[in-house]
């Protein structure tokens, strides 16, 4: 089983500045990790797939970067409605496709 | 507009079954892979099961193999989960989520959940 470890578990940005969360593999997945983002009460919701695409609708202030063990995700300038949990999870090969264990952006 | 619905949950007692249900609707439904991930109460992600758009592949995580049975509709728009021999661990809101065309994972969209609590 690949094991995904988020960091940090906790980020704390001002509205306005630039976050960037890191999100890595047990072993290589190629690049087929996703991001997903959180927000308090709610389903997840896709932001970038195939590690680097961002998914329908998602703003282009949301990027992704990366390939085998080691991805980022960057919000490049915070916005009220960007404070969440934001989970990475590998889809590389066959199950279990892990989920990392998610970072709390919150507002500093 | 694709919609996720799940329905089923509730309080059970250690040990009893419990069976989930998504209702899908938006998109052409047999063409497209759709899963189950849960979240214990304060905690992260976990996939669950899988199904092939077809229902002909099926796959669990090991915490479920054995216990759950996923199932699938087509001709209702219907994804079925059958969970027996339930523990407190698995007390969790329970997604159905589904993937893009052709794939099983990862998971575009997402339905609202249920709560499945197992406690005495």
């Known amino acids: 089983e690949v094991v995904m470890t988020q960091s940090p578990a906790t980020l704390s940005v001002s509205p306005g500045e630039r976050a960037t969360l890191s999100c890595r593999a047990s072993?290589?997945?190629?690049?087929?990790l996703a991001w997903y983002q959180q927000q308090r009460g709610q389903a997840p919701r896709l932001l970038i797939y195939?590690?680097?695409t961002r998914a329908t609708g998602i703003p282009a202030r949301f990027s992704g970067s990366g390939s085998g063990t080691y991805f980022t995700l960057t919000i490049s300038s915070l916005q009220s409605e960007d404070f969440a949990v934001y989970y990475c999870?590998?889809?590389?090969?066959?199950?279990?496709?892990?989920f990392g264990q998610g970072t709390k952006v919150e507002i500093k | 507009e694709v919609q996720l619905l799940e329905s089923g949950g509730g309080l059970v007692q250690p040990g009893e079954s419990l069976r989930l249900s998504c209702a899908a609707s938006?998109?052409?439904?047999?063409?497209?892979?759709v899963s189950w991930v849960r979240q214990a109460p304060g905690k992260g992600l976990e996939w669950v099961s899988s199904?092939?758009?077809?229902?002909?592949?099926?796959f669990y995580a090991d915490s479920v193999k054995g216990r759950f049975t996923i199932s699938r509709d087509n001709s209702r728009n219907r994804v079925d989960v059958h969970m027996d021999r339930l523990s407190g661990a698995d007390t969790a809101v329970y997604y159905c989520?589904?993937?893009?065309?052709?794939?099983?994972?990862?998971?575009?969209?997402w339905g609202r959940g249920t709560l499945v609590t197992v406690s005495s």
């Open positions: 989520a589904k993937a893009p065309r052709g794939q099983l994972v990862p998971f575009e969209h």
């Open positions: 938006g998109f052409t439904f047999s063409s497209y892979a």
């Open positions: 199904i092939s758009a077809g229902g002909s592949n099926t």
């Open positions: 072993q290589s997945v190629g690049n087929e």
């Open positions: 195939s590690a680097s």
């Open positions: 999870q590998h889809y590389n090969n066959w199950p279990p496709w892990t």
